[in-house]
């Protein structure tokens, strides 16, 4: 049974930082497209940080380039969103996904994933 377990949230003020981490078991990690998405209310799904955990190939939105880092651990099955300088507006609920079998993070990018986690809420305070 797959499962994607997310940790990490919580509240903090602007400027301050929080890492999040997706912890996947249930199939054989390596060569998958994961990454983290997250939405606001009242606003549509935004694709935030995504990795090929074959390589080091990663995409960010442009919102968070620069404050925010995706890594993996491949002994822990584990992928973590570093998260800096954070903004009211980055206030959302975040959810890690993966798709196993990935040709392109495109294809993850465009939401279809094959597993999404139940989400952690990360609230940024003015």
């Known amino acids: 049974q797959v499962q994607l377990v997310e940790s990490g949230g919580g509240s903090v003020q602007a400027g301050g930082s929080l890492r999040l981490s997706c912890a996947a078991s249930?199939?054989?990690?390596?060569?998958?497209?994961m990454g983290w998405f997250r939405q606001a209310p009242g606003k549509g799904r935004e694709g935030v940080a995504l990795?090929?955990?074959?390589?080091?190939?990663?995409h960010y939105a442009d919102s968070v380039k620069g404050r925010f880092t995706i890594s993996q651990d491949n002994t822990e099955n584990t992928v973590y969103l570093q998260m800096n300088n954070l903004k009211p507006e980055d206030t959302a609920m975040y959810y890690c996904?993966?798709?196993?079998?990935?040709?392109?993070?495109?294809?993850?990018?465009?939401?279809?994933?094959?597993?999404w986690g139940q989400g952690t809420q990360v609230t940024v305070s003015s």
């Open positions: 996904a993966v798709q196993v079998v990935c040709y392109s993070l495109d294809d993850l990018l465009a939401g279809r994933a094959n597993y």
């Open positions: 249930g199939y054989i990690y390596k060569g998958n497209c």
């Open positions: 990795i090929y955990t074959g390589g080091s190939i990663t």
